[in-house]
């Protein structure tokens, strides 16, 4: 039988979570150790949406099926955008990044379903094509999603991402990313919607903070390509106050914060959404093994270590 495959990855906001929303820049990179890969089939109408056990999905396209996920919708938009209206197609999407953690899943399994529906077709979809389709299936994943994830889950390098455009970030630094799943789900949706309410509130206060935040993300951007490990951890310390502020930290995450700084992270903060979700720690690559360990004892339930130099995805 004619199988299409696609393929996308997990990604990390270094800096620039939440303010991205509201226009500030942000800078995100690849997780390709999180893959997600999507198969698509030829259907029969009528069979529709299951989530089973092993986190794994699968849901149609273009037949009854009207289960409202971000994934569908994205492949449902591009068959209507490429004039396909007489299929039904079965996607399954083997999704290797923990849901709901800040690490881009809704974007990333869109993203492989859109492109294992051009494959089975025998089509290449262009990039920019790709994004659109992907933030399709964010708006309904996330109401308005900056498009971050959309670019981040399928770009090869680190990105510098400011108003619907990526650009590849240059690094030059030597030092190891420790990510710490807090085991605690957190729902993008209503994360943004808090932050919003908060910026709504005193829109004096609202300016100052994004000021603030675009200096940091611009500072970060600096001294990632300067290789400056030390003051990039501080920044990120200062991001993270920030995201504080926002309302956005949790008890949880604060602890594991701690925990990172305790075991000679030069800095570390929440990455994603937040109110649950993960944490990032930037560390020299010899203290990574002495951190995650200390994450783990401080509750994270698990964690990944990313060298700076293996932030790409390859091709
Ligand atoms: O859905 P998450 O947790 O990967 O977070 C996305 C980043 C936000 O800035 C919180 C939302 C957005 O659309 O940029």
């Not at 492949?75 to 290797?96: M, N, P, Q, S």
């Not at 085991?183 to 994004?210: C, F, I, M, N, Y």
């Not at 020299?284 to 360990?293: C, F, H, K, R």
Request: with cysteine; aromatic share 2%; proline share 6%.
């Amino acid at each position: 039988m004619v199988v299409g495959i696609g393929r996308a990855h997990a990604k990390a906001i270094l800096l620039g979570e939440h303010t991205v929303v509201h226009g500030t820049p942000a800078i995100a990179f690849p997780l390709p150790a999180l893959p997600v890969r999507a198969l698509a089939r030829p259907a029969e109408p009528g069979t529709g949406s299951q989530v089973p056990a092993d986190g794994h999905f699968r849901f149609t396209v273009g037949g009854t099926d009207t289960a409202l996920s971000g994934p569908r919708v994205a492949a449902e938009e591009a068959l209507r955008r490429w004039g396909i209206t007489d299929t039904t197609v079965e996607v399954v999407v083997e999704c290797g990044i923990p849901l709901a953690r800040g690490l881009g899943s809704s974007a990333a399994c869109a993203g492989a379903a859109v492109r294992a529906v051009a494959d089975l077709h025998g089509l290449v979809v262009e990039s920019g094509e790709l994004y659109d389709l992907v933030q399709c299936g964010e708006q309904v994943a996330h109401g308005r999603a900056s498009g971050i994830d959309a670019s981040a889950v399928l770009a090869n390098g680190p990105i510098r991402f400011h108003q619907g455009r990526a650009e590849p970030m240059p690094i030059g630094l030597d030092a190891a990313l420790v990510i710490a799943d807090t085991g605690v789900p957190g729902s993008t949706q209503h994360a943004v919607a808090g932050v919003r309410r908060r910026l709504d509130e005193d829109p004096v206060r609202a300016g100052s903070l994004l000021e603030r935040a675009s200096g940091l993300i611009e500072a970060a951007g600096d001294e990632l390509s300067a290789g400056a490990a030390e003051s990039l951890g501080k920044t990120m310390l200062d991001f993270q106050e920030l995201l504080a502020e926002l309302g956005v930290s949790t008890p949880h995450i604060d602890a594991l914060v701690t925990a990172a700084l305790g075991a000679g992270a030069h800095g570390a903060k929440l990455t994603g959404a937040g109110l649950g979700g993960c944490v990032l720690a930037l560390t020299e690559p010899a203290s990574a093994p002495g951190v995650s360990a200390a994450l783990r004892r401080a509750g994270a339930v698990r964690t990944w270590t990313v060298p700076t130099r293996a932030m790409h995805a390859g091709a």
